[in-house]
């Protein structure tokens, strides 16, 4: 790592954020270079960190502490496996306490998951990378993985079957991760219907726990001080349930031990299922509006993201973002890939190792007035044919880039009326459709209005497995579009652009969720009385998200 990386430590709280984290850090290890004197972009020290294992063997691993539930992790150890099992104490490998008839009793292994699939089932310490390359630097092949809409099957060439099933999101980890990565709240169980972790103040109780807090927070604190140019935090959080008051609390630390350091929250809201019941719609939507009010005080920038168009309401059955070339359903693991996709190209500006923008002159430029709310947005594939000329394909007005923000109408790119300020990355056009005598990509972006910064890479979105196959058969390996083949072929890697936006539609973003739950007398459901919130405090965080929905009308002028 250099010298003046500036580094970054990640927080997921939350079974949907450890989905999306799952699938970032896959992609950013499948685009690790091992060449020493290869050209790399991205300075994968400002999200990973160096260290040893106890046989002092180099690692690499992310700079990640991460928050679920009892039951969630499957088959993966709480402190992974790349540091092995602690050595037990001599005394007790030897003296034998109990000596009456003892029974046996042995649990068969778990089916095998994704990762083990994708490797050969029959490895059954699942060692081996995913993210391995040729000797060329192309991704190795792989077989194409596809969830089923229930989100508990996958498929291949090969008939579906349950021990390719992805149920949670460790099935498909292909990083290793630090002892210090995993905490667990034992006092709730994941997936639990008779008492679902689904209320916000659950959360910030769970977080107030002293031994909870005092590990979460040591940790924290030797990230932090193995650090020599902190730069920031990243802090994805389920903003639907529990979890988003366990987000809360540690932003409340943040702030306070680390005042000059941005928080960049980005609350997730995975896809509503069909059917839920009132109860269960009012606890998503007033979690969110609680998480995003936590956001607006405590973090520098919150930027909500969802392949749900809109937040959920009563009579309003859940729909989906739908991209032109592209087919998934409401399964967590496909869902999931998309904002992964999002998050790694839309933080490339302060990860480049050339002339890098930091995080906070990011999150300064897209807040102000008051505005502490931005919109994002993707385009994958970027829809580019192998034919096109990138500075004639954006003249004619060709790029779409879809909305990830509930209640925020596509298309998200910064071209929209009452723009004030974005940052838009561009990603994986081939070298030869670039060729320009100045950049197309930035001399496309100044037009927009608004303050803009404008951000090109050479490389790619890798979208290798275990990334979802989810392209349609007009996209080809390399993710440019092509003529309709018979059948869907494996991209590997794909170009793709992102943006985060303030905006006049971000407001909308806020005045929609507040429209939504101020019809709601939270004192009828009293999972939130259990949870300690009253509604005297909900009529406040109700009354701050409409003043930060109104920093966003067209009349407030932020320049």
Known sequence: MGSHT???????????????????????????????????????????????????????????????LRGSLGGL????????????????ATERLWHGDTVRHKQEPGRPGLLQRLDGAGDPAGEKDVCQTHADGQPAETPEIRAEPDGDKAESDEPASPDVAVKV?????????????????????????????????????????????????????????ECDHLAGFHVLSDGCDGFGGVAAGALAHLSDEYPRRPALLVPLQPPAPARLTLPQIVHRTVNAALTLDAGGRLAALSVPLSVQERWSAPLVPPSLRQFEHLEYGGASYEGSALLAAALDTVTAPWRRKQGPVPLYEVTAALTGRGRT?????????????????LADWLDAGSLRLQSLTPGVPAPAAGTGPDVWSGCAVLRGVPEQQTRSDSDPWQEAVVRWPGRQLACRLREPLRTAAPFPSLFTADVGPDGLVRPRQATATAVSSAPAAGSLVSSRSAGECLASLGAIVGRYNVSKFHRFAAGGLEADDFSEVRERLSDLAACYRPDTDAL
Do not use: M
């Open 6 to 68: 500036p580094e970054i430590i990640t927080l997921q709280t939350g079974h949907y954020a450890n989905f999306v984290g799952t699938h970032w850090w896959n992609i950013q290890e499948s685009s690790f270079v091992y060449d020493p004197t290869a050209k790399v972009e991205i300075d994968h020290g400002v999200l990973f960190r160096e260290g040893e294992t106890f046989q002092r063997e180099s690692t690499f691993t992310p700079r990640l502490l991460a928050v679920d």
């Open 77 to 92: 150890r709480r402190r992974g496996r790349l540091y092995g099992e602690e050595a037990p104490p001599a005394a007790a």
């Open 169 to 225: 999101w460790s099935d498909f980890l292909g990083t290793h991760l630090h002892p210090w990565s995993v905490h667990i709240l034992t006092e709730h169980l994941h997936d639990n219907a008779s008492d679902p972790f689904d209320v916000f103040g659950y959360g910030e109780a769970q977080y107030s726990r002293e031994d909870f807090r005092d590990c979460f927070e040591d940790r924290l604190r030797a990230y932090a001080e």
């Open 373 to 389: 709310v931005a919109a994002a947005g993707l385009a994958l594939p970027l829809g580019v044919g192998p034919g096109d000329r």
